[in-house]
């Protein structure tokens, strides 16, 4: 009997506790089932409504202003690109120049390598194997005199305070600075484009070679030597630029090429002149 008694006396208060809670259970059920199905959502409000009121409410506290970020500034829109081309001699012109020279070229390489050998086998006299080799080597230093100085295109550098503004090229034509930079393509003997870079106030107008050549450039050739690789030809400093070439046939508008020249030419002589004049003493 004693260890019954203590057994019960040991799990009484287990006991009584799920009692306790099996009781509780039975009541709410009972209540649930007395409410019905659209009371269980007005006691979901009810409790929701009594858990937001015994909390307290806090004010919401105002942030720190904060300084407005600078907004980067819109990039200025470029209206024309920063190299643009003035003058074009042409695609016929320039056809027909690159036929020459290649044409020449063959003609070398055909007397170099089939007639001249077939002389000297031969055992033709000396002054006709000389004879056929100037003939075939004639054709190509002609060409090479004649049409060296033929500028096929010229690239104006435009500087970058013209570049964001519209009609830059107009603007530039006749407001010319004195630095402007302009890119002169010519030919080479084997129809390779040889680039010449300068300023535009080291090119002048002068005539030469009867007229094959028109504009010159000023070349300073101490510091040429020392910019210029040995595998590299002399830079160039006489150009043929052809006179009055439309840029089209249509309008039969000239390149803009003639009133750059032109106005920089009038500005330049403007210089000039307000540097040989003497000194006003009069006005002190």
């Not at 000297?120 to 075939?136: D, F, H, K, N, R």
Request: charged fraction near 20%; include cysteine.
């Amino acid at each position: 009997m004693l260890p019954s008694i203590c057994l019960r006396r040991a799990t009484f208060p287990f006991l009584q506790t799920h009692s306790v809670l099996r009781a509780s259970l039975n009541t709410t059920r009972c209540s649930i089932k007395r409410l019905g199905p659209c009371s269980l959502h007005e006691l979901s409000l009810q409790f929701a409504r009594q858990a937001s009121t015994s909390t307290p409410k806090h004010k919401p506290q105002p942030r720190p202003k904060s300084k407005p970020e600078p907004v980067p500034a819109a990039p200025q829109k470029r209206f024309v690109a920063s190299r643009a081309i003035v003058y074009h001699a042409g695609q016929p012109r320039i056809l027909v120049l690159g036929g020459l020279k290649i044409t020449a070229v063959f003609v070398l390489a055909f007397f170099s390598t089939m007639i001249v050998p077939g002389f000297i086998e031969s055992g033709a006299p000396l002054w006709q194997t000389l004879g056929v080799m100037a003939a075939g080597v004639t054709p190509i230093l002609a060409v090479s005199f004649l049409t060296t100085p033929m500028v096929m295109w010229i690239h104006l550098i435009i500087p970058k305070n013209f570049q964001h503004a519209p009609g830059a090229l107009e603007l530039l034509s006749k407001n010319v600075p004195i630095d402007t930079e302009v890119t002169l393509t010519t030919m080479g003997i084997l129809g390779k484009p040889r680039v010449s870079h300068m300023k535009l106030r080291d090119l002048r107008k002068e005539r030469r070679r009867s007229g094959l050549v028109n504009y010159v450039r000023t070349v300073n050739p101490e510091a040429a030597a020392q910019t210029r690789q040995w595998y590299k030809f002399a830079e160039m400093s006489e150009f043929k630029i052809e006179d009055h070439v439309i840029s089209n046939r249509r309008t039969k508008q000239r390149w803009i090429w003639y009133a750059i020249w032109h106005n920089f030419e009038a500005k330049r002589d403007r210089m000039l002149q307000r540097q040989q004049a003497p000194p006003d003493h009069s006005q002190k």
